[in-house]
């Protein structure tokens, strides 16, 4: 329980102690608060929008200052070459 661990993985995933948890914490008369992860509690959300979140530019912003490439995805007839740590170059 001081590793803040459980089996089915919720907590040490969520950082919130799951109900498997939680009932182990109560049957030791702890407040299940101390067993949250310092980045789920109210003060630390507090911290962090506390100063309120800024709009997006508008989507017609965006382009102009971010270009495109379009990355296609290698061809069906591309050659496999096993243990090659790259990728095969397409070929005609
Ligand atoms: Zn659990």
């Not at 919720?10 to 310092?38: M, R, T, Y």
């Not at 003060?43 to 102009?64: C, H, I, V």
């Not at 995805?73 to 591309?78: K, L, T």
Request: glycine share 4%.
């Amino acid at each position: 329980m001081q590793r803040k661990l459980c089996s089915c993985g919720f907590w040490q995933k969520s950082g919130v102690p799951c109900p498997h948890a939680c009932k182990c914490i109560l049957q030791k008369a702890e407040n299940i608060d101390d067993f949250v992860h310092k980045m789920q509690t109210i003060s630390q959300y507090r911290d962090t929008y506390g100063l309120g979140m800024n709009a997006l530019p508008k989507e017609f912003t965006w382009m102009s200052h971010v270009s495109v490439v379009l990355l296609l995805p290698p061809r069906a007839n591309a050659t496999i070459v096993e243990d090659t740590p790259y990728r095969i170059p397409h070929t005609k």
